[in-house]
Each structure stands twice: as C-alpha cells, then as structure tokens.
C-alpha cells in the first residue's frame, strides 16, 4: 500500500495551464446567476464565451451553444464582469471601451484573457486538478462591498494603472486615482477549493473558498470543508481609459465607475458559468500543456480570431448603451423608484 501511494506521487503527471483569449460576445444587463430570468438585469455586463448565453442557463452549457468567442472550441463557458464608465464633468456617462490584451493573438475583439492554472502563473505545480462539474457556477467579490478594508480582503480581485499593456504591478484594490497613460486593467481571481458537492449555493460563493495569494503566487491548501483543488481561474480585463484623458475633471476626482454606480472600485466583482464540452478541460488539466503550446488539438481543439469575432449574442434589452448617456443604463434612481412604488 506505501509502495502504491509512492509510485502514484512519482508517476504524477504534470498538470497544464491555460491562458486564453476571448472576443465580446455581447455586452447587456442580462445576469442568468445572480438575477435568472430577470430582462434586464439590474446592471450591465460585458459577457464573453458559448453563445448560449441568457436569462436563464440550466443544465450542462456545454451541449448547448453553438459557438464561442473563446479560442479553445469546445469551451462553451460564460465569463462576465461589470462594465465601465468615464462620467464628463457635465454629467454625462460614456461606456470605456474594452482594448485586447498583450501576449494574445491580434484582432481579438476586446473581451477578456481567461486563465485556468494550477501552482501559479510560471508552474503547473504536481497536484491533481479537478475540472468544475456540468452546471457548475460561481461568483467573486460583492458589489454591496463599501469600503477599502473590505476592499482589501478580497484578494485577487485587484485594479492595475496600466503605463503599456504589460505593467502588471502594483495591483490596487480600488481604482487608480491619476490619469493611467495605458489605460486600466482589472483583475479577478476566483477561489479554486470545491466542497466537492455543490455546483452552486444560494449567494454563488459558499461552496468554494479561496486560498489565492496576490498577483498568481501559489495558493495556500484547500481547508477540510472545501477539500478539492480545482483551476485557478482568474479574468484580465483591459479597459481604453486613455481616451478620456483629456477630459479628466478639474477637481481631479477619478471620473470612472463601474456598471452598478461604483466609483471607488470597491465592489469589483465577476461571474463565471461553467461550458466546457464532456471532459474537455479535465484533459486538458490532465496533460503538461502551458498557454499557447495547448491549442491545435495538443491537445484542446482552437480557432482563430476571425471565427471567435464572428460569435455573438445579440441584446434582449433594447437600450442605448453607447455614445454619451444622461445615466448609465439601469441606473436611473427616479425611474426605479417609480418602477418599485407602481
Ligand atoms: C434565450 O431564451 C429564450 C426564452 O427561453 C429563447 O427564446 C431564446 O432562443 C434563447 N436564446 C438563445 C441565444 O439561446
Ligand atoms: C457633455 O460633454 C460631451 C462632450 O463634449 C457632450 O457631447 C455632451 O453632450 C455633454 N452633455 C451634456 C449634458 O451637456
């Protein structure tokens, strides 16, 4: 029996990262995890991923969609976070731009870098990796968070001033309070230990818990309650803030805010839907592959960019969402307080 567990743990193989690249898919107030069935949602997403995405999502995603914004085919999982703003001195909001992320191929229409790692951004590490189950969904950070202490607590989800693409320190916990010449990068990093039971729980976070340290430093071991390590997954978003360089405000106030009134960064917070087709990632996780070395059936199936621009999902909510608006879409306190009161 010693002699079986040692040759298991000298036979180990060693485990693959990913990092991917997705197109937008859509941008809209939908939210199938936090407010299902609800056209629209109370604030606007950027969504990228399987084009099964809507109000409601049950099920196993990954025989449903049809195609993907992501690069690896046979990932039909949805990856959303709130959307940004740049509010004009005169009142008027306009929605920041998603810009393509270094280290990815060219083209990409904004959206997100995805990772699925395991010890940290530079090791697959020698642990066993569990995919997520069919149906599987999660949630990281709050947007009710007020302050920057709390702010602070939730590691892994961090803002960068980015001076060129690449700058990846310091990681903040709230926005950046200067002009940032390259633009802003937010950072979400979920928990990776499972309950080894749940696919969800009722506020999304309970059945996992997080042991990530800042900025991909290996995590700490998974607790008794939540015994199994599954990917790291975490979401790089670079948002075009320079373009409104020339109208930062006069009282230097940061003119930025997230979708649901979020000015401080505060309450950043993601959302992940599970997709991927039958057992797609788990081979993946399986073999050594890093990054890029796993497309091209080595040994996941991947596209190009043009086949991951032409995916997409249209709006159910008929709103402008572009060009400069008097509120940010959902936001308009009078309007829902008439819409509560009636
Ligand atoms: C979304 O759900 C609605 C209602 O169930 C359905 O009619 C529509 O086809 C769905 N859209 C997609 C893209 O699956
Ligand atoms: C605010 O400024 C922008 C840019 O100059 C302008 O297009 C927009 O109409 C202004 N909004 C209001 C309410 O004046």
């Not at 997100?112 to 395991?118: H, L, P, S």
């Not at 008097?326 to 009078?334: D, Q, V």
């Amino acid at each position: 029996m010693k002699w079986l567990t040692l040759a298991a743990a000298l036979i180990a193989p060693s485990e693959a990262a990913l990092r991917f690249g997705c197109s937008t898919l859509s941008i809209q107030r939908l939210d199938p995890l936090v407010e299902p069935g609800k056209v629209p949602s109370s604030h606007l997403h950027q969504i990228v991923g399987g084009n099964a995405f809507n109000a409601t999502m049950q099920g196993d995603i990954g025989e449903k969609g049809s195609c993907t914004t992501c690069t690896f085919t046979e990932d039909f999982s949805n990856y959303w976070t709130a959307v940004m703003f740049f509010k004009h001195q005169n009142g008027s909001y306009m929605r920041v731009p998603i810009m393509q992320n270094a280290a990815l191929p060219n083209g990409i229409n904004g959206g997100m870098t995805v990772y699925y790692t395991q010890q940290d951004f530079n090791s697959n590490g020698n642990q066993k990796i569990k995919a997520f189950p069919p149906g599987f969904r999660m949630t990281v950070g709050s947007p009710t968070t007020e302050n920057l202490n709390d702010a602070k607590g939730h590691v892994g989800l961090r803002f960068v001033c980015l001076t060129d693409k690449n700058t990846r320190f310091p990681e903040l916990p709230d926005f950046p309070t200067k002009p940032c010449k390259g633009g802003i990068m937010t950072v979400h990093h979920f928990p990776s230990c499972w309950d080894g039971k749940n696919t969800d729980s009722p506020n999304h976070q309970d059945h996992m818990y997080n042991t990530a340290k800042e900025a991909f430093q290996p995590a700490g071991a998974c607790p008794s309650s939540h015994p199994v390590r599954m990917a790291q997954v975490a979401y790089e978003t670079l948002w075009d803030t320079a373009k409104f360089a020339n109208m930062w405000p006069a009282d230097n106030k940061n003119p930025f805010f997230l979708s649901y009134g979020d000015n401080n960064g505060y309450g950043t917070h993601a959302d992940y839907m599970f997709g991927w087709k039958g057992d797609s990632l788990q081979r993946a996780m399986d073999s050594s592959c890093m990054f890029q070395a796993c497309e091209n059936g080595k040994p996941l199936k991947s596209q190009g960019v043009a086949q991951m621009n032409a995916c997409a999902v249209k709006s159910q909510v008929k709103e402008s969402i572009d060009g400069w608006l008097t509120e940010m879409p959902g936001m308009n306190m009078k309007k829902r307080q008439v819409e509560f009161s009636a």
